[in-house]
C-alpha cells in the first residue's frame, strides 16, 4: 500500500494517523510525500507523526516519472503512483479526485480515501465512529463534501 500526503494530514489533524499502520502493517511512503508532509509542512499536522511512524516505509521511485503525470499532477500524487507501479501494490490511499482517477483507469489501481479508510476501521472495530472525525477533518479546512460525509456515515452504519 502507498499513501499520499492529504490522508496523513487529515488522519493527524484527527490524531488517527496510526490507522495506516494499525489497518495495513506496513505503508510505503514516497520521497516526495515525506517532503510535502514532514519538510515542507515541517510543525504542522502530521509531520511528527510520520517521522515516528513504525509503520512507514520511505520510498523513492526508482522508475522516471512519466511526464504527463508530473504535468498533472502534484509531486506526491505522481509519485505515489509511480512507486505503486514499480512496487505492484494493490492498494493506493489518495482523496486528490484526479489522481484518484488516474490510478484507477490509467494505472488500474485499487484506490481508497481517507473515507473509505475510516470506514474500513470501523469494520475491523479500530474505532467507535466515523462521521464525528469526517466532521472534524472539515472544521480543520480538509474538503469532504456533504454527499461523501453521508455515504460514508451510511456505509460506517452510522
Known sequence: MVVDSGP??????????????ELYGSV??????????AVAGAGRPGARELLEAEWAIRATARLPLEPLLAEELGAGEAEVLTLAVQEG???????????RRVAEIAYGLRVHGTAALLVE??????????????????????????????????????
Do not use: N, T, W
Open 89 to 99: 501494490a494493490r492498494l493506493v490511499v489518495l482523496d486528490d479526485r484526479r489522481a
Open 28 to 37: 510505503l511512503v514516497p520521497a516526495a510525500v515525506v517532503h510535502e508532509v
Open 121 to 158: 476501521a470501523k469494520r475491523r472495530g479500530l474505532l467507535p465512529a466515523v462521521r464525528p472525525l469526517l466532521e472534524a477533518m472539515r472544521g480543520h479546512g480538509y474538503f469532504i463534501s456533504a454527499r461523501l460525509l453521508e455515504r460514508a456515515s451510511r456505509e460506517a452504519g452510522e
Open 8 to 21: 496523513i494530514i487529515a488522519l493527524a489533524v484527527v490524531g488517527q494517523v496510526k490507522l495506516l499502520g
